[in-house]
């Protein structure tokens, strides 16, 4: 089992921004179906350093409609490299 580590909402696409959004601003643990589009809209940037320190950004780019109760996510993964 990994360890998990939080992902927050960044204001920003820069490496600055996305550390300080996955330091400060750390989504709840749980979101309900119903909030989700809301809290998780197209144009979100959600940001975590992950277990081997790097940091890394997912865009939301497009969100669909499911045959569930939940939306189908688009996203574009940004992983930066250590210097």
């Given at each position: 089992m990994g360890v998990y580590t939080p992902?927050?909402?960044?204001?920003?696409?820069?490496?600055?921004?996305?550390?300080?959004?996955?330091?400060?601003?750390?989504?709840?643990?749980?979101?309900?179906?119903?909030?989700?589009?809301?809290?998780?809209?197209?144009?979100?940037?959600?940001?975590?350093?992950?277990?081997?320190?790097r940091l890394a950004m997912l865009e939301v780019t497009d969100i669909t409609t499911s045959h569930g109760n939940l939306p189908d996510y688009a996203t574009r993964l940004t992983l930066w490299q250590k210097r």
């Open positions: 992902m927050g909402k960044s204001a920003g696409k820069t490496p600055q921004q996305c550390l300080q959004g996955a330091q400060s601003d750390v989504l709840p643990a749980k979101i309900e179906a119903k909030d989700l589009r809301g809290t998780l809209p197209v144009g979100a940037l959600l940001c975590t350093v992950t277990t081997d320190k």
